[in-house]
């Protein structure tokens, strides 16, 4: 007999099939030659906690904070803060040089007083001429008097009442200039607005401040006990998110984790080489100060979670097509281990995170699935032949001999 023809004898084409069946049951079982155990990794179903969630990166800033400035020009004298110092509400911060600010005060007020004097002998003079105004209408009376002369009585009078409705405006705004140069020698002490911790500093003692164009910023006092996290969500998850919501976060070099509600939502994008990120902002209390100004931090919004349910690594599933359920889940066929052999079973499958999936139905605490899930698994008992469904199988699937 040729080689040719052995090779292709039916006798070693069904010992061919059954080596291929061999390789692929063995895909899943190696045995130990020892005691014929199986060795092939195994994982159990357990108990955990599952959360979807979408993630973002954030910035912590202060809730509260102002920017204290100077409202006058002039050299910044004392600075009695330093960055760091806890401050409160009414406490002297700094001091500009005070006397341009007295100089115009002083003056014034005595441009003040002069108009007020000038506005006294006014009125006496104004007082004489309404007494001739009354001589000259007697005398007119008894014709012993010119019209004229009493004409120019009138107009006298009329005169001295423009003049004394003049001072008076006069006065006015001179009061009220005084009121203003009293106000801004006020301004040269600068007060804390509000309690708080002095977090940035951005002028020095002896440096001259120019308040005529925009105000100069001396210090920030922030409050430090509660913070806001400003994070940017891309417009893929944006639509995940709302108000109200449960969030949480943590830190760089830290373990502990801050929870949160989601506050608001900017309706205005920020738009960045032609991505778009809309700002989620929530605030956390921060009692110990442990959170700092300008942190960054890992962002957890919890779409959806489940506490104490069946879970499997989310590995599981990889690479296998998983079939849409009406309520929202996902059916994937699984070989489980009955009686130390797989078998396909379909289970159903809700939320996961990045590590485990939650198991609705098709598996129980304890059972165990393969590591490695093969895309051809042999079919439970009785399913070959079934319409509609793909042989599963070791490769090969070699008759039986």
């Keep these: 007999m040729s080689l040719r023809s052995s090779l292709f004898s039916p006798r ?30 195994l994982i159990t179903v357990s108990k955990g906690n599952i959360e979807d969630t979408t993630t973002a990166l954030g910035t912590l800033q202060p809730l509260d904070y102002v920017d204290v400035g100077a409202q006058v020009s002039g050299q910044l004298m ?15 911060l700094a001091e500009i040089d005070p006397r341009l600010m007295e ?16 506005l006294k002998q006014t009125q006496a003079q104004l007082e004489l001429a309404q007494i001739q ?27 001295k009442s423009a003049q004394i409705e003049a001072l008076q405006a006069q006065i006015a705004q001179t009061e009220a200039g005084l009121e203003e140069d009293r106000t801004n020698l006020e301004y040269t002490k600068i007060f804390a607005p509000m309690d708080g911790t002095v977090v940035s500093q951005s002028a020095k003692q002896g440096q ?32 995940k998110l709302k108000e109200g919501m449960p969030v949480y976060f943590t830190t760089l070099g830290s373990e502990q984790r801050w929870e949160a509600t989601l506050r608001q939502i900017l309706p205005t994008p920020t738009v ?35 506490d104490d349910v069946l879970t499997i690594p989310v590995s599981v599933l990889q690479n296998r097509p998983g ?79």
Excluded: C
């Design 78 to 92: 004392k600075l009695h803060v330093a960055l760091g110092d806890e401050v409160k509400q009414g406490q002297l």
């Design 103 to 118: 100089a115009k005060v002083v003056a014034t007020q005595a441009q003040l007083t002069n108009q007020r004097a000038q």
């Design 323 to 401: 079939r849409p359920l009406p309520d929202g889940a996902t059916g994937y066929r699984l070989q489980v281990m009955e009686k130390g052999k797989p078998v396909e079973r379909m289970v159903k499958i809700g939320l996961r995170d990045r590590v485990n999936a939650q198991v609705l139905e098709g598996l129980a605490e304890g059972e165990q699935l393969a590591a490695m899930q093969s895309a051809m698994a042999p079919r439970p008992a009785g399913a070959e032949g079934q319409g509609g469904g793909r042989r599963m199988g070791p490769p090969g699937g070699g008759p039986r001999f």
């Design 12 to 41: 070693s084409l069904l010992i061919a099939a059954a080596l291929i069946a061999a390789t692929g049951a063995g895909w899943w079982y190696m045995k130990d030659d020892s005691n014929g155990t199986a060795k092939a990794p």
């Design 208 to 239: 001259t401040l120019n308040a005529n164009q925009q105000a100069p910023v001396i210090v920030q006092i922030a409050n430090l006990s509660r913070m806001t996290v400003d994070t940017q969500v891309s417009e893929a998850d944006i639509s």
């Design 272 to 306: 960045t080489n032609n991505v778009v990120l809309y700002n989620a902002q929530f605030d956390v209390d921060n009692p110990d100060r442990k959170l700092m100004t300008q942190m960054s931090a890992q962002v957890f919004f919890i779409n959806a979670k489940a």
């Design 133 to 159: 105004l009354k001589r000259q209408q007697a005398l007119f009376a008894e014709k012993a008097t010119s019209q004229e002369l009493l004409q120019t009585a009138q107009a006298d009078v009329k005169v």
